[in-house]
T-cell receptor, first 111, second 111 residues
């Protein structure tokens, strides 16, 4: 079957670094996405990885290992506004538009 | 420019009634998705439209759910004979490439 696993909750301190892991088992692979969702709001796109390695975008980086079925989202210099749910999603189809979504990791950033 | 819009933002209905939820995607986006998100849960895929192709309805939970997209633009999700378990936030997203842009959602409460 199709499965995406990520921790349910994480806490971190303002200014610190946090890594949110995601493992997946899907029938195919055509890219992995990370989205951020603040409470009561819609998800917003953070990153897309289709090749192995690290993609860096400002304070956020995303890593992918296809052989291990593993990704992580790295958040540096944490700010209070980073408190949100982080959703990992995988495209397993030839068109990378129908996604399989994880349940999300709720990150609380404390002062 | 304008983002994805959804209406109504909130809908309270009695069990057994029909409801219609509307989504206006970003102009020029050929792909449109409907998702459902229950409290504290991940996104549940419902249906996907791509251009003039037949929609992917594989995520619709029952035959009470249906959706259409007119003129390749506006989409309506219809739930017939609503049940309490239909209570959730219904999110619409559109895309031109791999990044999905989400609307603010419709919070449906079935009493």
């Amino acid at each position: 079957g199709q499965n995406i696993d990520q921790p349910t909750e994480m806490t971190a301190t303002e200014g610190a670094i946090v890594q949110i892991n995601c493992t997946y088992q899907t029938s195919g692979f055509n890219g992995l996405f990370w989205y951020q969702q603040h409470a009561g709001e819609a998800p917003t796109f953070l990153s897309y990885n289709v090749l192995d390695g690290l993609e860096e975008k400002g304070r956020f980086s995303s890593f992918l290992s296809r052989s291990k079925g593993y990704s992580y989202l790295l958040l540096k210099e944490l700010q209070m506004k980073d408190s949100a749910s982080y959703l990992c999603a995988v495209s397993n189809a030839g068109n990378n538009r129908k996604l399989i979504w994880g349940l999300g990791t709720s990150l609380a950033v404390n002062p | 420019g304008a983002g994805v819009s959804q209406s109504p933002s909130n809908k309270v209905t009695e069990k057994g009634k029909d409801v219609e939820l509307r989504c206006d995607p970003i102009s020029g986006h050929t792909a449109l998705y409907w998702y459902r998100q229950s409290l504290g849960q991940g996104l549940e895929f419902l249906i996907y439209f791509q251009g003039n192709s037949a929609p992917d309805k594989s995520g619709l939970p029952s035959d009470r759910f249906s959706a259409e997209r007119t003129g390749g633009s506006v989409s309506t999700l219809t739930i017939q004979r609503t049940q309490q378990e239909d209570s959730a936030v219904y999110l619409c997203a559109s895309s031109k490439g791999y990044e999905q842009y989400f609307g603010p959602g419709t919070r449906l409460t079935v009493t």
